[in-house]
């Protein structure tokens, strides 16, 4: 498995990083934001992409991306393709774009919002913490994102106050791994999840 940075000649798995992503969602039933094509191809040609590759097959994918001035970078569009999961590739590739993100932007701030657990647990061995809403970015273009989500009238009621995602920041100021073997408390998020959401959900 080669992970490794994105380039123009990688545009051809764009669709594919798409429709996985698209499936993905499908199938956890979750929101999540909606990117083409082309937006993904934006981001394979930046130098700010990781994409791992088993061969030529397209096996996973991660980007950064920059909001309020590079105070705060984004970690998006974490994607596994469903062959190569379970593995340890999604840490695999969630560490590589820290890394690439801390080298290209030693100074932004690193967050992420989801509803995932799998990725929560990453996070917080690379340092985040869960924050309220108020401590990410309020660059509106960030938000924006949001809006092809299928839970945007969520965080429209709320004022961008709180959504079903919970937001993970990890701040180089306050750079603090957990302790070694200290795990996340994964029970604790999944009640979290399942209280919002019969808070906020509407009954059909
Ligand atoms: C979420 C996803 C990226 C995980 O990829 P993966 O390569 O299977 O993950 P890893 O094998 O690196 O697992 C990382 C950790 O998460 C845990 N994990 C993986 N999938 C999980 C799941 N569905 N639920 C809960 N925990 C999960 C693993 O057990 C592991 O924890 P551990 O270190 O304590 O054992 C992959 O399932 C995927 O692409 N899903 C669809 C897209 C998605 O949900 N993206 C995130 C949007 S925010």
């Not at 083409?36 to 791992?52: R, V």
């Not at 469903?82 to 290209?104: H, M, N, T, W």
């Not at 690193?110 to 996070?123: E, H, Q, R, S, W």
Request: glycine letters at 8%; a positive charge; one cysteine or more.
């Amino acid at each position: 498995m080669n992970l490794i940075v994105a380039n123009e000649s990688h545009f051809k798995y764009a669709q594919d990083i798409c429709d996985t992503i698209a499936e993905s969602a499908k199938i956890r039933g979750t929101g999540i934001a909606k990117r083409t094509p082309e937006y993904i191809q934006k981001k394979l040609s930046n130098g700010n992409a990781i994409l791992a590759l088993d061969g030529e097959k397209f096996a996973g994918f991660c980007y950064i991306e920059v909001w309020g001035h590079e105070k705060f970078v984004a970690n998006s569009g974490l994607i596994v393709h469903p062959d190569y999961r379970g593995q340890g590739l999604a840490k695999k590739i969630k560490a590589k774009v820290f890394e690439l993100s801390r080298k290209k932007f030693p100074d932004a701030k690193i967050f992420g919002i989801t509803t995932g657990l799998a990725v929560m647990k990453i996070n917080y061995e690379l340092g985040y913490k869960p924050v309220t809403f108020s401590e990410l970015t309020d660059d509106p273009e960030f938000w924006k994102g949001c809006q092809t989500c299928k839970n945007f009238d969520i965080l429209t009621r709320t004022e961008q106050k709180m959504c079903l995602c919970t937001g993970m920041l990890y701040d180089p100021a306050h750079n603090k791994k957990p302790e070694e073997g200290k795990q996340m408390n994964g029970k604790a998020f999944t009640r979290l999840k399942s209280i919002k959401e019969s808070l906020f959900l509407k009954k059909k």
